[in-house]
């Protein structure tokens, strides 16, 4: 059954639209109410036509009642699938939006230790599912679990006799049906994969096959591939039917026999040809919904591993800050005293009794090895991970004892794929915890990283957006923008990582950008390029 604990949480999420939900509740009941006044409204109609019993204004109303009726219905279906629509739509936007707040809070370690940037990314895209669950949810315990009870009231007032059969007959159906539609999903298509295999495969060794004659044998072995799969998807077409038939002959029999009981109640005067359709009519109406409301053990279950995994992200420990210490005025020293860590990254080994002092202003590089360590050592200073043993100083203070945003603050660490935001360029600039910064700075940085060069010659200058179709940005003009915002932050410590990719220093412009920024600035070059090591006062090789 469904989980209350799910239940409660999936109402957590809707709360917030209480008014929105209230509404598609009254959608739901007026569908159930509609729909179970129906077959009212159907006995005397087929009284008046059959025996002329009643007179033209019964025959008028009745059929004006159910005309109102099926319109009312449709006007509520519509109403209820635009609300359920969206809440569906503004739950799917909260969870996403939690989710993605989370994923930056976690600790950089979280999701190589737990191998889960998949899981991540799958459950982005599964929130819809949670959010289906829903309105469906919604649909079974308002809108079916009304319709049969109110069904059940029409019968029983139309003949109480009657009553408790067709609700069992209508139940037996529904699980006939359901039974029917569960063996049908059971056998799954048989994919063209199955002789993919068998393809890929000549087609890799197909050197081997030229030379050593094997072409017949081959295409022997692909005809039986295919002959195998012909065999299998025709055992799968008859399995399905078979069960389709067999469910069809049982329903068939019991609507014969149900057929046949009415109309002995007919021939004895015990009811109307009215009463009867209109029981008929409730008992098929019934079928559905008994379907839906037995169908709910599986139907929103696999829907709730999604919330499942959601709740196991959220309870996930953010990224910790015990420090207390915050810095005015950081010269940029920076000081490793006997350092043992590791990376989060397998491929990364650790650190071994690294001993090191860089000076304020010291530019330093770290030729990229084939074993990688420069990366350990440049996520120990942005505290992204924490040593085993030994301590790092920044300005004579053990980092660990500083403020995470405020150490972070005196950061800028700078790669040359970083993506852009779909914004202006003025926003791109300032980024971050810099978005509030003056025009006039955004200004003067742009100018000295010659971001104005090519902005000038763009219809809004600055306000130029990143994504505007018209307009093609180069690699070294998006390098420019990405400079600049480093610059803006005026940070104590710059870290170039060039670990992944490399910027264009063959061109003047992004090379004197750079120049500009590691000016007079504690600088770690991570890399192996020539352009960037001659920018370096020292080279450290960490092995």
């Known amino acids: 059954m469904i989980e209350i604990q799910m239940l409660r949480r999936l109402m957590i999420w809707v709360v917030p639209y209480w008014t929105m939900l209230a509404f598609a509740i009254i959608s739901l009941i007026t569908i159930a109410v509609t ?6 409204f159907i006995k005397p109609l087929l009284d008046n036509i059959l025996t002329s019993q009643h007179g033209l204004e019964e025959f008028q109303f009745a059929l004006l009642a159910i005309l109102g009726l099926l319109i009312t219905r449709s006007l509520a279906s519509f109403s209820c699938s ?7 739509g503004k739950v799917g936007i909260d969870l996403r939006r ?8 976690l600790p950089l370690s979280y999701p190589k230790e737990t191998n889960s940037d998949k899981l991540n990314i799958n459950l982005f895209s599964e929130i819809e599912h949670a959010t ?7 649909i079974i315990f308002v809108k079916e679990i009304l319709t049969i009870t109110g069904l059940l009231i029409v019968m029983i007032l139309l003949n109480w006799e009657f009553s408790f059969m067709g609700f069992l007959i209508a139940v037996v159906i529904g699980l006939i049906m359901q039974f029917v539609s569960q063996a049908s999903n059971s056998y799954q298509k048989v994919p063209s994969l199955l002789i993919t295999p068998t393809f890929l495969t000549s087609c890799k060794h197909i050197k081997s096959i030229k030379l050593d004659g094997s072409q017949s044998q081959e295409s022997q072995h692909f005809c039986n591939s295919i002959d195998h799969q012909r065999n299998l998807a025709l055992k799968q077409v008859v399995a399905k039917t078979f069960s389709k038939t067999i469910a069809f002959i049982m329903i068939a029999t019991i609507l014969t026999v149900f057929f046949f009981l009415f109309k002995q109640q007919i021939s004895l005067g015990m009811m109307t040809v009215g009463d009867a359709s209109a029981l008929i009519t409730a008992v098929l109406m019934l079928v559905l919904p008994v379907r839906r409301v037995l169908n709910i053990q599986t139907s929103p279950q696999n829907k709730f ?10 309870a996930q420990q953010n990224e910790t800050d015990s420090g207390k210490v915050e810095i005015a005025n950081a010269r940029g020293q920076i000081r490793f005293e006997e350092i043992n860590a590791g990376n989060y990254s397998q491929t990364c080994p650790p650190l071994f009794n690294l001993t090191l002092t860089i000076q304020p202003g010291e530019i330093i590089a770290l030729p990229g090895s084939s074993q990688g360590q420069e990366r350990t050592l440049i996520d120990l200073i942005a505290r992204f991970i924490h040593p085993a043993s030994g301590r790092i100083l920044f300005n004579d203070i053990d980092i660990a004892t500083i403020k995470l945003a ?19 360029i003025a926003a791109n600039i300032a980024y971050g915890t810099m978005r509030c910064a003056t025009e006039a700075s955004i200004m003067k940085v742009a100018r000295t990283c010659h971001v104005t060069t090519f902005a000038r010659e763009m219809p809004h200058g600055l306000q130029t957006r990143i994504d505007n179709q018209d307009i093609k940005f180069t690699e070294n003009q998006r390098q420019r923008i990405l400079i600049a915002r480093a610059l803006l932050k005026n940070p104590a410590i710059v ?6 990719s490399v910027f264009d220093t063959d061109c003047r412009l992004v090379n004197n950008a750079l120049d500009a920024l590691i000016q007079n600035r504690t600088t770690l070059i991570a890399s192996s390029q020539p352009n960037m090591l001659g920018k370096a006062h020292r080279i450290i090789k960490l092995t």
Do not use: G, M
């Open 82 to 88: 635009y609300a359920t629509s969206w809440i569906s």
């Open 305 to 314: 591993q999604v919330i499942h995994n959601v709740d196991a992200l959220l």
């Open 132 to 138: 289906d669950s829903i309105a469906q949810i919604l």
């Open 406 to 424: 405020d150490l972070r603050a005196k950061i800028s660490w700078i790669t040359p794929d970083t993506r852009l935001l779909n914004d202006t």
């Open 35 to 40: 729909t179970s006044l129906l077959p009212l």
């Open 98 to 105: 939690t989710l993605f707040d989370k994923l930056l809070a």
């Open 495 to 500: 870290i170039i990582d060039e670990t992944t």
